[in-house]
T-cell receptor, first 118, second 113 residues
Framework: AQTVTQSQPEMSVQEAETVTLSCTYD???????LFWYKQPPSRQMILVIR??????QNATENRFSVNFQKAAKSFSLKISDSQLGDAAMYFC???????????????FGTGTRLQVTL | KAGVTQTPRYLIKTRGQQVTLSCSPI?????VSWYQQTPGQGLQFLFE???????NKGNFPGRFSGRQFSNSRSEMNVSTLELGDSALYLC????????????FGPGTRLTVL
């Protein structure tokens, strides 16, 4: 079974600074997808970024980028120019890459609560 | 395009009762997945429906069931509620499941007294 580990329960960053959230995962599969989701106090889970394991290039979405190290099974999220609205719980998630039903399941880490200070 | 909607947003029930939660996916999405979020267990996968068929199931007791209608709307039912069923229940939809990204609804907060 796949597992996802987020070892930082809480992180803090000053506005306009850069912060990196860590995520490691364990899998024996070669085809999979990795995601970062953000859950603000409203509790709505919002997709931040997605990475396909077969792509060597790290995904980027505006101020958000990932450092995907497939051999090390590491998938960290970098937030640049942090804003107050970035304050939220961030979840790393894994999904199998197959086309069968089991591929629909997301396995989540325990989350990292990000505080953004002035 | 409207996002995933869930009703009701909040629910209070007592032990032993049953509850039904509803999820309407993004238009055109045929896969609906359900997750339970609790402080102790985190986010756990309940089940996934695609074209009215349950395609994948998590490790939950049989008290948790679901179904999907021909318009892709899905319902989740919990019978004989227990205190431990208090949680945020999140629904997510995707085009076909599998490799497609899941988009989440706002959740239903269930409190069991």
């Amino acid at each position: 079974a796949q597992t996802v580990t987020q070892s930082q329960p809480e992180m803090s960053v000053q506005e306009a600074e850069t912060v990196t959230l860590s995520c490691t995962y364990d899998t024996s599969e070669s085809d999979y997808y990795l995601f970062w989701y953000k859950q603000p106090p409203s509790r709505q889970m919002i997709l931040v970024i997605r990475q396909e394991a077969y792509k060597q290039q790290n995904a980027t979405e505006n101020r958000f980028s990932v450092n995907f190290q497939k051999a090390a099974k590491s998938f960290s999220l970098k937030i640049s120019d942090s804003q107050l609205g970035d304050a939220a719980m961030y979840f790393c998630a894994y999904r199998s890459g197959g086309i069968t039903g089991t591929a629909s399941k997301l396995t989540f880490g325990t989350g990292t609560r990000l505080q953004v200070t002035l | 395009k409207a996002g995933v909607t869930q009703t009701p947003r909040y629910l209070i029930k007592t032990r032993g009762q049953q509850v039904t939660l509803s999820c309407s996916p993004i238009s055109g999405h045929r896969s609906v997945s359900w997750y339970q979020q609790t402080p102790g267990q985190g986010l756990q996968f309940l089940f996934e429906y695609f074209s009215e068929t349950q395609r994948n199931k998590g490790n939950f007791p049989g008290r948790f069931s679901g179904r999907q209608f021909s318009n892709s709307r899905s319902e989740m039912n919990v019978s004989t509620l227990e205190l431990g069923d208090s949680a945020l229940y999140l629904c997510a939809s995707s085009l076909r499941g599998a490799a497609d990204t899941q988009y989440f609804g706002p959740g239903t907060r269930l409190t069991v007294l």
